[in-house]
């Protein structure tokens, strides 16, 4: 029996799932680039599972030119995004990533020359001023600084993943989350100085694997074919103050003031992106 869940649940449990890569990844005492390997591996044995699962699984197994340069964006994109929640703090990376409903549309503007009207660049430029405000907090460590580097990289590839996405044709999107898998995988056993996994290790990096990309992508994937992408967006958000606040429970790292005001600031200027509508915009300017 398969069980449908509202689309704006669906996107909630999504934000929720995904929320979560800070919190596993403060359990995991491993290198960096192995927990990239184990990791990818266990997700793409999901995939494939849910993937056969699935019917007409052959028919879903077809890529266009836009799915498989999405699939390279997404791998791009963890690449940078789990080295940075070891570089920097959860929240800066969570904060950062919140700007990328903003970063799409600007990206959109310039590669698919759409127009990029003057209250979106008018609120991009406010998400630059708190992504400053960030990273004057991190610039008197040089660690904590490419930290927040690799989290801006990760939510500009994502950024261009998602317009590659809309461009492709594929069926589905679990063939996309599992070449990109199988990437990261080859990536992180070329690099990797040891793939040793113990039976504690191996058990939290399975639990990462199934909740925070196959469950997260699969509960995401469902709700945003059901809801405006603007409203999708908007849900999905939740995922910025849940990220700092798993690693604030469970571990007790609270974020930095900069981290919070500037996190503010990029949260606003997204939320007024996607809640006040454009054509009360244009008047205001004519």
């Known amino acids: 029996m398969r069980l449908e869940l509202p689309p704006r649940l669906s996107i909630l449990l999504a934000a929720g799932l995904f929320s979560t890569a800070g919190f596993f990844i403060g359990f995991l005492d491993m290198n960096i680039w192995a927990i990239l390997f184990w990791r990818s591996l266990f997700a793409l044995g999901f995939t494939s599972i849910f993937i056969a699962m699935q019917p007409m699984s052959l028919a879903l197994l077809r890529f266009d030119c836009a799915g498989l340069l999405a699939a390279v964006l997404s791998a791009a994109a963890t690449l940078a995004f789990i080295p940075s929640l070891r570089l920097t703090s959860v929240a800066n990376v969570a904060v950062i990533h919140g700007a990328l409903p903003l970063i799409t ?8 020359a759409e127009r990029v009207d003057r209250r979106t660049i008018s609120l991009c430029l406010l998400v630059a001023f708190g992504a400053i405000i960030i990273f004057a907090g991190s610039a008197s460590s040089g660690i904590r600084l ?9 939510t500009i590839f994502m950024a261009l993943m998602t317009i590659a996405f ?6 589905s999107v679990l063939p996309m989350v599992g070449l990109s898998n199988a990437i990261v995988m080859l990536a992180g ?24 990309i196959s469950f997260g992508l699969i509960l995401y994937a469902k709700g945003a074919r059901r809801l ?22 469970a571990f ?13 600031i ?8 996607l809640t006040v509508p454009k054509d009360r915009t244009v008047r205001t300017e004519e």
């Open 105 to 112: 549309v600007v990206l959109s503007g310039l590669i698919l």
């Open 146 to 154: 490419a930290g927040d580097g690799l989290a801006l990289t990760m």
């Open 166 to 171: 809309k461009r492709s044709h594929v069926l």
């Open 189 to 212: 056993a070329a690099m990797a100085p040891s793939l040793a996994l113990d039976a504690k290790q191996a058990f939290v990096i399975a639990c990462f694997a199934l909740f925070q």
């Open 228 to 249: 405006p992408p603007p409203e999708t967006a908007l849900l999905s958000l939740c995922e910025v103050p849940l990220s700092a606040l798993w690693v604030w429970l």
């Open 252 to 264: 007790d790292r609270r974020p930095a003031l900069q981290t919070i005001v500037g996190g503010g």
């Open 266 to 273: 990029i949260l606003m200027a997204v939320i007024v992106h």
